[in-house]
T-cell receptor, first 113, second 107 residues
Framework: DAGVTQSPTHLIKTRGQQVTLRCSPK?????VSWYQQALGQGPQFIFQ???????QRGNFPDRFSGHQFPNYSSELNVNALLLGDSALYLC????????????FGNGTRLTVT | GQQVMQIPQYQHVQEGEDFTTYCNSS?????IQWYKQRPGGHPVFLIQ?????EVKKQKRLTFQFGEAKKNSSLHITATQTTDVGTYFC???????FGPGTRLSVLP
């Protein structure tokens, strides 16, 4: 039973560049949520995708966008990277667009220099 | 949005001692989730609480949801070194995580 997988595991980018992070949900799950976790802080909700649409969004600028594919996998795109975007980006999957238990991936560590 | 606060921020205990972390909200919560994140790891779901006054147990862990559904607690009895990590509560209505309580256990 495959868990949540994220790629890449680590990434280094320069200010102003764009980045795409990828996530495959746990087998049987159809909902993907993205979180940003700065060092020493709790995860901050970015947005949730269900049925290929953005259903909920946290307090993040439009530079953060996403997509969900028919196979339920998802991408997080961040444009015009800032130093403050350096963080661990976590993907979590769940079922039926609900707020049931989230299953997190290991995350992508993004460093912006 | 509906923020959740957690206290304490840090807790250092001797192995075998008990530990409690508290999660508080200024508004009523529809439900609350608890997660544990080991150092260098990702959050792992522990429990969901939905009903007012609900108490759930998982071995040495006891979770409570307040009668007014504005607060919750996680209590660990006789801590072990494997309990080390950060414990987060999450407002299940708006996806907001608390800042977490970091637990260290001295052997």
């Amino acid at each position: 039973d495959a868990g949540v997988t994220q790629s890449p595991t680590h990434l280094i980018k320069t200010r102003g560049q764009q980045v795409t992070l990828r996530c495959s949900p746990k087998s049987g799950h159809d909902t993907v949520s993205w979180y940003q976790q700065a060092l020493g802080q709790g995860p901050q909700f970015i947005f949730q995708y269900y049925e290929e649409e953005e259903r909920q969004r946290g307090n993040f600028p439009d530079r953060f966008s996403g997509h969900q594919f028919p196979n339920y996998s998802s991408e997080l795109n961040v444009n015009a990277l800032l130093l403050g975007d350096s963080a661990l980006y976590l993907c979590a999957s769940s079922l039926g667009g609900t707020r049931g238990s989230l299953h997190f991936g290991n995350g992508t560590r993004l460093t912006v220099t | 949005g509906q923020q959740v606060m957690q206290i304490p921020q840090y807790q250092h205990v001797q192995e075998g001692e008990d530990f409690t972390t508290y999660c508080n909200s200024s508004t009523t919560l529809s439900n609350i989730q608890w997660y544990k994140q080991r150092p260098g790891g990702h959050p792992v779901f522990l429990i969901q609480l939905v009903k007012s006054g609900e108490v759930k147990k998982q071995k040495r862990l006891t979770f409570q949801f307040g009668e007014a559904k504005k607060n919750s607690s996680l209590h660990i009895t006789a801590t072990q070194t494997t309990d080390v990590g950060t414990y987060f509560c999450e407002n299940g209505q708006n996806f907001v995580f608390g800042p977490g309580t970091r637990l260290s256990v001295l052997p």
